[in-house]
């Protein structure tokens, strides 16, 4: 099986989320699941940490702001959001205000965009919302959302250079799966589960690996 197949086979965030961005409702969910990821925070406890506002009922911007500054900060520390938990509350108390003030909501908001630059330009206008989170939200909604065409990250180009998949046409749909890979295998050194070890080059040029 090709480097690309396997990739193929890697679910997204928002697939292991159990999210259907192809509904208003799922894609404000990953926007929220996003804001999490957004923080220089571990994946599980960013996935941890969204399942218990799904619990909790608090997946819109409407019940956002209705929870207020207490019950967010519950919410955050109960999934081991700790770290960021105070400043992440006001953060989504923020967005949450700006977006139904200026916009009404995520879907109004895309609408309103001309084009793809536009776009992310009207994303970065929310305070604490910075070029990692847009790229986040918007790389697994290339599918659906045709202006959500963010410029390709640096983690999945790392990733792309070492399985040599430079002139692969197809690399900005297999993002998010390249970024998973750069953060569960390469970052933590955990080359022989990778799923595309057999196509990376520094792999194969390690002469302590060896191929199971």
Same mark, same amino acid.
Request: net charge positive.
């Given at each position: 099986?090709?480097?690309?197949?396997?990739? &193929? !086979?890697?679910?997204?965030?928002?697939?292991?989320?159990?999210?259907?961005?192809?509904?208003? @409702? #799922?894609?404000?969910?990953?926007?929220?699941?996003? %804001?999490?990821?957004?923080?220089?925070?571990?994946?599980?406890?960013?996935? *941890?940490?969204?399942?218990?506002?799904?619990?909790?009922?608090?997946?819109?911007? @409407?019940? %956002?702001?209705?929870?207020?500054?207490?019950?967010?900060?519950?919410?955050?520390?109960?999934? #081991?959001?700790?770290? /960021?938990?105070? +400043?992440?509350?006001?953060?989504?108390?923020?967005? +949450?205000?700006?977006?139904?003030?200026? /916009?009404?909501?995520?879907?109004?908001? /895309?609408?309103?965009?001309?084009?793809?630059?536009?776009? !992310?330009?009207?994303?970065?206008?929310? &305070?604490?919302?910075?070029?990692?989170?847009?790229?986040?939200?918007?790389?697994?909604? *290339?599918?659906?959302?045709?202006?959500?065409?963010? &410029?390709?990250? +640096?983690?999945?180009?790392?990733?792309?250079?070492?399985?040599?998949? !430079?002139?692969?046409? &197809?690399?900005?749909?297999?993002?998010? +799966?390249?970024?998973?890979?750069?953060?569960?295998?390469?970052?933590?050194?955990? =080359?022989? #589960?990778?799923?595309?070890?057999?196509? =990376?080059?520094?792999?194969?040029?390690?002469?302590? *690996?060896?191929?199971?």
């Amino acid at each position: 099986m090709s480097a690309e197949q396997k990739l &193929k !086979e890697l679910p997204s965030y928002s697939e292991e989320l159990g999210l259907n961005l192809r509904e208003p @409702e #799922g894609r404000f969910k990953w926007f929220l699941a996003s %804001i999490l990821f957004g923080k220089r925070i571990s994946a599980e406890i960013a996935k *941890r940490t969204f399942a218990k506002f799904e619990s909790a009922g608090i997946t819109t911007s @409407e019940k %956002i702001l209705e929870a207020g500054w207490d019950k967010l900060v519950e919410i955050l520390d109960s999934g #081991g959001y700790t770290r /960021y938990d105070f +400043s992440t509350a006001s953060k989504l108390l923020n967005i +949450s205000r700006l977006l139904e003030k200026k /916009y009404g909501s995520l879907e109004k908001l /895309y609408a309103s965009a001309e084009n793809n630059k536009d776009l !992310e330009k009207r994303f970065l206008e929310f &305070k604490g919302i910075g070029p990692t989170t847009v790229n986040i939200f918007l790389r697994e909604l *290339r599918p659906i959302w045709e202006k959500a065409d963010p &410029k390709v990250s +640096s983690p999945a180009l790392d990733v792309v250079k070492k399985i040599k998949l !430079e002139e692969n046409r &197809k690399i900005k749909f297999l993002e998010s +799966s390249l970024v998973r890979v750069n953060l569960e295998y390469c970052k933590s050194k955990r =080359c022989q #589960g990778c799923p595309v070890r057999k196509s =990376c080059s520094e792999f194969k040029n390690d002469n302590n *690996r060896f191929e199971p």
